[in-house]
């Protein structure tokens, strides 16, 4: 048995366990925590703070970035907006907040806008790297690459474990495995899509409560005729709503953005 601290955070239902400190074998503590009931969690990430950090008050505190490690290696985009409201809570600031985090999955710092008050955070996603699309089943569906995760929108599809690895087989066939892959199973009529991701480094499929970065993709591919403007959406998952922001000038993409409400929990101790 040993012993961590844990913080345990809620985007929109896609409850993130926070794991503070040094942790052993990353992979294995992601397992053991995700099948843990109580906690309900759907993914873990590591906090790491920045080099000579400490927690007594002082300015030495805001040297630096705090990264988060999620256990996959992957990237989360509801992770990264989560953790932003959580850096600002650990450095003691209050109010409206603009600030930059690391995260895996992200090749460079991600800027992150979040509310003390209001308990919300937006995040800029990192851009897209590709576009393309697959055919399966009949239908050709978007598949939009970003770095630590590859999405496929799947409209109009019943969400199911057979649909998803048979997407997931398709993907597989054309090159190398991403980080982690997901399908968005979206439900036009309703406004609805049902996140589902599978992580490869830790063997993990989650029908999720919410997705951030799918999110981010739906609002991308709804937005693929705007050429100047904002386009703003709030896209509700079996979790609540994620709120979408895609900026385009002469048709190219200036920045896509998620937000919306993040719960933010205490810390605690826990034996696994």
């Known amino acids: 048995m040993r012993e961590l601290e844990i913080l345990v955070a809620d985007p929109a239902k896609n ?5 503070l400190g040094a942790a052993e ?30 927690e ?31 850096v600002a809570r650990e450095l003691g600031l209050a109010g409206d907040l603009a600030l930059s985090i690391e995260i895996s999955g992200a090749s460079g710092p991600l ?17 897209p790297l590709a576009h393309s699309s697959i055919a399966c089943q009949g239908a050709d569906l978007p598949v939009i690459v970003f770095e630590g995760i590859t999405q496929v929108i799947a409209p109009e599809a019943p969400p199911s474990r057979e649909a998803f690895l048979a997407l997931k087989k398709t993907v597989e066939e054309k090159g190398p495995a991403p980080d982690a892959f997901g399908v968005m199973f979206w439900e036009a009529a309703r406004n609805f899509m049902t996140p589902a991701v599978y992580v490869y480094a830790t063997d993990s499929l989650v029908f999720e ?30 979790g609540g709503l ?31």
């Open 15 to 19: 409850i993130t366990v926070f794991v």
């Open 25 to 54: 074998n990353r992979a294995e503590t992601a397992r053991a925590l995700m099948a843990d009931s109580a906690l309900k969690a759907e993914q873990v990430g590591f906090v790491v703070p920045p080099e000579g950090y400490t």
């Open 56 to 86: 007594a008050p002082g300015p030495q505190k805001q040297k630096g970035l705090w990264r988060l490690e999620m256990a996959g290696g992957e990237f989360c985009g509801n992770a990264a907006r989560a953790f932003g409201l959580f």
């Open 111 to 127: 800027p992150v806008r979040v509310s003390t008050s209001e308990g919300t955070a937006e995040v800029d996603m990192p851009k």
């Open 209 to 238: 409560s919410s997705c951030g970065s799918g999110s981010a993709a739906l609002a991308l591919w709804q937005s693929r005729d705007l050429r100047d403007g904002e386009a703003r959406a709030a896209v509700a998952q079996p």
């Open 242 to 272: 994620i709120d979408t922001r895609v900026v385009k000038t002469g048709g190219s993409l200036v920045s896509v953005c998620i937000g919306g409400k993040v719960g933010l929990g205490e810390k605690m101790r826990v034996w696994l």
